[in-house]
T-cell receptor, first 113, second 114 residues
Framework: ETGVTQSPTHLIKTRGQQVTLRCSSQ?????VSWYQQALGQGPQFIFQ???????GRGNFPPRFSGLQFPNYSSELNVNALELDDSALYLC????????????FGEGSWLTVV | DQQVKQNSPSLSVQEGRISILNCDYT??????FLWYKKYPAEGPTFLIS?????DKNEDGRFTVFLNKSAKHLSLHIVPSQPGDSAVYFC?????????????FGEGTQLTVNP
């Protein structure tokens, strides 16, 4: 059974640029969620995708967008990067919407300079 | 509005003793609670969960207690081992309304000293 994998693991971007982070969900899982974890804080919910449709969004601006593909892998896109976007971005997968248990990848560390 | 709070940023215990990590929540719609463990440079790993219809759930050395009237839950680790040293996150979900969307606390750094 393959776990959740994310890429890239680390990247540095300049303010104003755009970034795409990728996630492969755990085998058999059809739901993907993205979380942002700033230093010293707990993960914060960005949005969730179920069967290629967005299903719930946290308090993040529209420049945070995502996609889920037919194989249930997912992308997180952030436009017009700001310094405060520097954080660990975590992808999590689960089977269906209501189980409550999410399985996380190792995350992508984004630094905006 | 911090709906899930872990008031202790850090906890240090001796190997073999009990570790007790605490978590408080404010949203009465939460009906499922989870604890995750996180090592440096790794993603959070699911540890144990409890539904709001229960007040205790046990899995080996780990037990989670839920006090709904006080909106408080705790994780007990007995006996504590040095390998348990990690950041522990409490999380909650309102499955009826928000599915598996999790709200996390800020985390507690547990250090178990040999």
């Amino acid at each position: 059974e393959t776990g959740v994998t994310q890429s890239p693991t680390h990247l540095i971007k300049t303010r104003g640029q755009q970034v795409t982070l990728r996630c492969s969900s755990q085998s058999g899982h059809n739901t993907v969620s993205w979380y942002q974890q700033a230093l010293g804080q707990g993960p914060q919910f960005i949005f969730q995708y179920y069967r290629e449709e967005e299903n719930g969004r946290g308090n993040f601006p529209p420049r945070f967008s995502g996609l889920q593909f037919p194989n249930y892998s997912s992308e997180l896109n952030v436009n017009a990067l700001e310094l405060d976007d520097s954080a660990l971005y975590l992808c999590a997968s689960s089977l269906d919407l209501g189980t409550g248990i999410l399985y996380f990848g190792e995350g992508s560390w984004l630094t905006v300079v | 509005d911090q709906q899930v709070k872990q008031n202790s940023p850090s906890l240090s215990v001796q190997e073999g003793r009990i570790s007790i990590l605490n978590c408080d929540y404010t949203n009465s719609m939460f009906d499922y609670f989870l604890w995750y463990k996180k090592y440096p440079a790794e993603g959070p790993t699911f540890l144990i969960s409890i539904s709001s219809i229960k007040d205790k759930n046990e899995d080996g050395r780990f037990t989670v207690f839920l006090n709904k009237s006080a909106k408080h839950l705790s994780l007990h680790i007995v006996p504590s081992q040095p390998g348990d040293s990690a950041v522990y996150f409490c999380a909650a979900s309102a499955r009826q309304t928000s599915g598996s969307r999790l709200t996390f606390g800020e985390g507690t750094q547990l250090t178990v000293n040999p």
